[in-house]
């Protein structure tokens, strides 16, 4: 009994010593703890900072708060602050700050702000006061179980003068471990900005590269949801994505799909199920993303784009630049992103073609611009009456009259076309069918629907041949004025008017 007594005691004496020593240091750390701070992180950031207010409170938790907490790398003067915090808590057991590590409970910050300059040139980082080689990662003097920053702001800056800066806002932040020499867990909010939308991510973060800030690593999984795609002028939907991604801030690589159940061009009217599934890389350097390859997939079509969304030299704002390629794809379905009619073809498909969508506040249509070659091959008119029609021709080009066949027509159709200010300029088209040709040049307005083409008509048989009875006996003294330059006919035509209601004639 009289032992445990003993024991007891010796156990009181030991916890208020412990309990006095604390009290001792707690009681002397307030006029210590702004050296103390901006000496650890002057060397953990190798910069310079600058605490505005600081306080302490408490026992035996022990809370820190402050205000205005910049810091600014050694030699970065031309660049804004790497860290600027407007208002900082902190929370620890006075047991936690006696260990080495120090042990923090929880960290939470408002306003922070960072900004990753570029990287320096090798004879900057000569001249820099106490560099080292591989300094990038020390030994943590703190570690903080969780850290909430909600509202952070993560601006990375890009080398050349008068780029845009890479940003995310983080709407939501936790981060835990922090401070360890590992990588940090982190699950966060983005917000983005176009379309309007909340991104909801999770992965780890660091540790943080002193040398290198942009080089810290990252790693992570993201979905976004319900992203309203009404807000570009001139397209409509919602789209949902989910993906992967990792590397360093200065150039991260993204795998993910989208889906769009409703994509809509606002002038065809036509909802299409739209799915991608794409390769980003986004570099820091200068804020352009690059899309290696981007794979969309819409009714029995399937298209594959590589290239890009960068600020281009002449324009403000970012362009859209991709080399778009589709090679087993369906006309019916690429027409209803054009018509709101249902589509005036059917059959196989083909095009390559350079598209870019420069920035402003234009209709997608308008703005949109395409150039390069397309093949419809073993295509049909979906209205009865107008393949009857290109049967009719296909016979009678070929010299054939009153004769069942049970020959099936089709079309093949292929030309090079630019695509500018709302307005498709056509060169070298050539429509075929057995026995006939057409060739033209000309165009077709996509918001006016006007057409305006002039070509030639190329028969096989001569005009004469092409009627039948007394028609076909007026028709021979035509044939030598129109005889083609091998044999056959050859005749100067013209198509105005508008989609709706095409005008055909000669064009004499």
């Not at 003068?161 to 699950?187: D, N, R, S, W």
């Amino acid at each position: 009994m009289r032992k445990g007594r003993i024991l007891w005691l010796a156990a009181a004496i030991a916890l208020l010593a412990a309990l006095g020593i604390a009290a001792y240091k707690y009681f002397r750390v307030e006029p210590r703890l702004r050296a103390e701070m901006i000496r650890v992180i002057e060397r953990d950031f190798d910069g310079t900072a600058e605490v505005g207010e600081l306080r302490i409170s408490g026992f035996p938790v022990i809370s820190v708060t402050g205000r205005k907490l910049v810091l600014r790398r050694h030699n970065d003067e031309e660049f804004p602050p790497l860290v600027s915090i407007d208002e900082f808590r902190a929370t620890a057991g006075i047991l936690g700050i006696l260990r080495s590590p120090r042990r923090i409970d929880h960290v939470s910050l408002k306003g922070l702000q960072i900004h990753v300059p570029p990287d320096r040139e090798e004879d900057d980082k000569k001249d820099r006061p106490d560099s080292k080689e591989g300094n990038g990662l020390k030994k943590a003097a703190f570690v903080v179980q969780t850290v909430e920053a909600d509202g952070t702001v993560l601006r990375i800056l890009p080398k050349k003068v008068g780029k845009q800066p890479l940003v995310f806002e983080l709407y939501k932040l936790k981060l835990k471990e922090a401070g360890t020499g590992q990588p940090m867990k982190y699950e966060a909010v983005l917000k983005n900005a176009t379309p309007p939308g909340l991104i909801d991510t999770e992965g780890e973060f660091g540790p943080w590269d002193t040398e290198h800030p942009g080089n810290t690593r990252t790693i992570g999984e993201y979905t976004f949801k319900k992203a309203d795609l009404s807000v570009f002028k001139g397209i409509s939907g919602i789209l949902s994505s989910e993906g992967k991604f990792g590397g360093v801030l200065r150039r991260l690589e993204a795998d993910g799909t989208t889906d769009t159940p409703d994509f809509t061009i606002t002038r065809a009217g036509n909802a299409v199920h739209l799915r991608t599934r794409f390769h980003a890389i986004i570099d820091g350097t200068d804020g352009d993303t690059l899309l290696q390859p981007v794979t969309a997939r819409f009714g029995r079509s399937e298209i594959v784009c590589r290239g890009g969304v960068y600020e281009k030299e002449e324009t403000k704002g970012k362009s859209v630049v991709l080399d778009v390629d589709m090679k087993q794809g369906r006309i019916e379905d690429v027409l209803k992103f054009a018509v709101r009619a249902p589509a005036p073809m059917v059959g196989p498909a083909s095009f390559k073609v350079k598209m870019e969508i420069p920035p402003g506040d234009q209709e997608v249509v308008q703005k949109l611009r395409l150039k390069g070659s397309f093949q419809l091959a073993r295509s049909e008119f979906s209205d009865p009456q107008v393949q009857e029609k290109i049967e009719s021709l296909s016979l009678k080009s070929r010299g054939e009259h009153d004769e069942e066949t049970d020959e099936r027509i089709v079309t093949n159709l292929r030309g090079n076309f630019e695509l500018r200010d709302g307005t498709a300029r056509f060169s070298q088209l050539s429509f075929s069918v057995p026995g006939a040709q057409i060739r033209l040049d000309g165009h077709y307005g996509l918001v006016s629907e006007d057409l305006e083409f002039k070509g030639k008509l190329f028969m096989q048989e001569k005009l004469s041949k092409t009627q039948t009875g007394f028609k076909s006996a007026l028709l021979k003294v035509l044939d030598p004025f129109f005889k083609g330059e091998k044999a056959g006919t050859e005749l100067p035509i013209k198509i105005t008017g508008t989609r709706q209601s095409p005008k055909f004639g000669l064009n004499w």
